[in-house]
């Protein structure tokens, strides 16, 4: 039944997802690799049948082994080289994280900054991606489109860290910084 339930996601067959799920198929339940229908779902980019899961209680920031969620399936699929923004804001909506690493510490954007896709890049620089997270090599989703020379995610990424203050060089301008709003508030005057 199991593996009917991931044919189903992959698929996108939302009547056969909650006919096995009725049935005590475990959404919860991972394949081989690791991966939960809810990944498959989100990999192949079928929306409903993501929404379906996440209804029936799948885990929306569940991780395999290798550290794949259901939102770093969507944001890249190496079959298609392209991402998934709608199945993007459905499972932000429902609590996936947007910086979760996966292996070296990739995170979903750089994933989509890699593969060129700038409305997925777009799309998580506007949800509040971290643009200035490094991987275990040190490297930023900016440099990873740079060395395909994705000319429009490059520049949507440019964009976004001059913003914070970053300036095309890699380091921060003086003229705008960064202030968390924790900062903010220790810096407020108390009044007694």
């Known amino acids: 039944m199991l593996q009917e339930l991931f ?10 997802i909650e006919a096995l799920l009725a049935a005590g198929a475990d959404h919860a339940a991972a394949d081989e690799a690791g991966e939960t229908a809810l990944m ?18 799948a885990d929306v920031n569940a991780k395999s082994p290798q550290g ?12 298609t080289e392209r991402g998934y ?8 909506e429902a609590g996936a994280s947007l910086d979760e690493r996966i292996f070296f510490g990739i995170t979903p954007l750089m994933l989509a ?8 890049v777009e799309w998580l620089i506007n949800a509040g991606a971290d643009v200035l ?13 740079n060395d395909k020379f994705y000319v429009d995610v490059i520049n949507l990424l440019t964009e976004a860290e001059r913003q914070l203050g970053v300036s095309e060089d890699g380091s921060c301008s003086s003229t705008k910084s960064v202030v968390k709003p924790q900062v903010v508030n220790l810096m407020k005057p108390t009044t007694h």
Do not use: Q
């Not at 980019?45 to 209680?57: F, M, Q, S, T």
């Not at 794949?68 to 079959?79: E, H, I, P, S």
């Not at 997270?133 to 489109?145: D, F, H, P, V, Y």
């Open 7 to 16: 044919v189903a996601a992959s698929s996108g067959d939302v009547a056969r």
């Open 40 to 57: 498959h779902a989100a990999h192949n980019g079928h929306v409903a049948a993501v929404a379906a899961l996440i209804a029936a209680g």
């Open 68 to 79: 794949w969620t259901a939102l770093a399936k969507a944001a890249y699929n190496g079959d």
């Open 85 to 92: 923004v709608e199945v993007l804001e459905v499972l932000h």
């Open 113 to 120: 900054a890699g593969g060129g896709d700038a409305a997925v």
């Open 133 to 145: 997270a490094t991987n275990e090599g040190g490297r930023t989703a900016r440099l990873m489109a």
